[in-house]
């Protein structure tokens, strides 16, 4: 700051502070003003015992120190000792606010580190030219993990849900190629996931067979991006309703960000696997249906209006009524106009 005239001659800058922030910078800032390259000046700081800082950190104690000094509600204080009770309740400021942001950052970074492998996947979709192996894999995995669901610990299929795997099947894997119970009775479960697989790989290479490579995978990465885009938007607003409550879990003695680290890989996990279920579930399923182009006559005819040629007729006398129609005589109307 540059001092104006007579202004040094009066002491330089007088900086006041009302009070003193939470953080020592911004004090040493205020204090900076003053007394630049050399210039006189001075900065004074006056601070209330209620406000927030010292009533959050400092106030006890300082209140305790003045009594034992002998200092009443009038008499300003300058003692060093105050000086560093005001410092050592900023320096607990700033402890609190470091953990906060730290605690913030290390939330974020379990998110950002989903992100990081949705957006990678994502890339692959998006500049990968054959699909065709991925969506292989998806298949597996999706048979292996709903074989295991509707199985559990249970070894031969006779004590299976068989109902709910062979509707589920028929309604997301196989819509046209029916498993019966009787062909897969007496089987282990890794024999009925073969068998669930073969059946369905068979029936994806009918239809890229069908539809032709090219057209598959255009069909395959439409499919995936749209799929991956809806359930990681789905996602992140999942992962915020869990970041608003997760402090409540600090009542049952739990320590919020384990317990939201947790549920995030859960839900994590879960959306992983709900992509792989939507894409072959849409996959097995698609039609293309062709639209039929909308066709045009094409003529020799201009769309415009046809326009009729004009004959010459008998010549119209200076008091005929004139042809346009207003009533009025030739030599008034149009003929005014000719002439």
Not at 13 to 39: A, C, F, K, M
Not at 110 to 138: P, S
Not at 191 to 206: F, N
Not at 214 to 236: G, P, Q
Request: charged share 35%; proline share 2%; net charge negative.
């Amino acid at each position: 700051i540059v001092l104006g005239e007579g202004v040094q001659d009066l002491g330089g800058l007088y900086v006041l502070g009302t009070e003193r922030h939470e953080s020592r910078r911004i004090d040493n800032q205020l204090r900076g003003r003053s007394g630049r390259q050399g210039d006189p000046g001075e900065s004074r700081f006056y601070v209330s015992l209620e406000d927030d800082l010292m009533r959050l950190f400092g106030s006890g104690n300082i209140e305790g120190l003045m009594d034992r000094l002998g200092m009443d509600d009038t008499m300003p204080i300058e003692n060093k000792l105050i000086t560093k009770a005001i410092e050592n309740a900023q320096k607990k400021v700033e402890s609190r606010n470091f953990e906060i942001r730290k605690h913030v950052l290390e939330y974020d970074d379990v998110i950002n580190n989903q992100r990081m492998v949705i957006y990678g996947e994502r890339k692959k979709v998006l500049y990968g030219e054959d699909l065709k192996e991925t969506v292989a894999a998806m298949i597996d995995d999706v048979i292996s993990q709903v074989v295991d669901s509707f199985a559990g610990e249970l070894k031969y299929t006779d004590e299976w849900d068989m109902e709910g795997l062979l509707t589920y099947i028929e309604q997301n894997i196989l819509p046209d190629h029916r498993l019966s119970r009787e062909e897969l009775l007496g089987m282990t479960k890794e024999e009925v996931k073969d068998l669930v697989a073969e059946r369905t790989h068979a029936l994806y290479e009918a239809r890229e067979a069908e539809l032709g490579s090219t057209t598959m995978r255009e069909i395959e990465k439409a499919i995936m991006l749209r799929i991956i885009d809806s359930k990681w938007m789905d996602h992140i607003d999942a992962m915020d309703q869990l970041r608003n409550g997760i402090n409540l879990r600090a009542y049952a003695q739990r320590d919020p960000l384990v317990e939201y680290k947790f549920e995030a890989y859960e839900a994590f996990q879960n959306m992983v696997y709900s992509i792989k279920e939507d894409v072959v579930r849409f996959i097995l399923r698609v039609k293309v249906i062709e639209r039929p182009e909308e066709r045009r006559m094409v003529t020799n005819q201009s769309d415009a209006a046809e326009k009729k040629p004009v004959h010459a007729g008998a010549k119209i006398g200076r008091n005929d009524p004139c042809p346009c129609g207003s009533g009025k005589k030739y030599k008034k109307c149009c003929g005014r106009a000719a002439s």
